[in-house]
């Protein structure tokens, strides 16, 4: 008899906890729901001869950040941001660039530092969505991010568009393989020697051209990224990596490792590359 009560009693109490306990996870699934998928943002740095910090809202997210170096994807709520990048070598000065960026749930967006056409730092920021192509092939994004006046990018002798200026591409659609890549100037002379670029299919190889026409340093930065990813979680330990050429030579993606820290953003708590680090390959 005492048996049965007891069971009965514990059978009560689960029963109890279940309805106390239901209403808390159907609101906990409720508000994951609701939250939207954050973005991912990768940096590029392509000014050369400054060691930069860089700030995310006013907290430093990654630090000490070299020239022609990239970033993997960093995960980052959508939304309005402010980033900044100031010298590395002074920690409390004022930033010699900043800019707003506002971004969708689940958007790619890379976000270059780089001189402007007229020599003053740049923060400049470019959708990395990709519509659908066809198997077999991959798309090229060739960014201007020098100093130089407007350029005219070709592939294999045929030009992509028209002339490019500062801070802005063009992009094309190709059969997997190597390619050659120009840049010419204005009197249609290449400003530097064409480069060979591998095209994976089904990714998006995006090639930046930096430096300063001016003191003839113009080079390339290259990266290949598979097309339509999901935004990371956290700090990726991907293979996807990045070269540089001075003036000619053969571009693809290589792999490499990162040193990342954790490192708490402004109480996003989210995961930051905190010494950013992926050191390109030259070849000349």
Sequence with gaps: ???????????AAVAGAVLLTAPTASATTAASAAEPAPAAVTVVHGLRG???????DGQPVLRGFVAERVTDPLSVPAGPHELAVRPASDPSGPPIVSASVDLAPGERRSVVVHPGADGQPLLSSFSDEDAAFPAGQGRLVLRNTAEVAPVQMQVDGEPVGGPVVNAAGVDTVLAT?????AALGANGEPLLDPVDVDVPAASTTTLY????????SLGWLVQTTPAQAAPPTGVPAGSSGLKAATSSGTLSAS??????????VGGLGLLWLASAARRPERSC
């Design 1 to 11: 008899m005492f048996r049965g009560r007891r069971a009965a009693l514990l059978g």
């Design 50 to 56: 400054v060691v930069a910090d860089v700030l995310l």
């Design 177 to 181: 393989g190597a390619h050659s890549v």
């Design 209 to 216: 051209l930096i430096g300063s026409a001016d003191e003839d």
């Design 255 to 264: 792999s490499g490792s990162v040193a990342a820290v954790g490192l708490a």
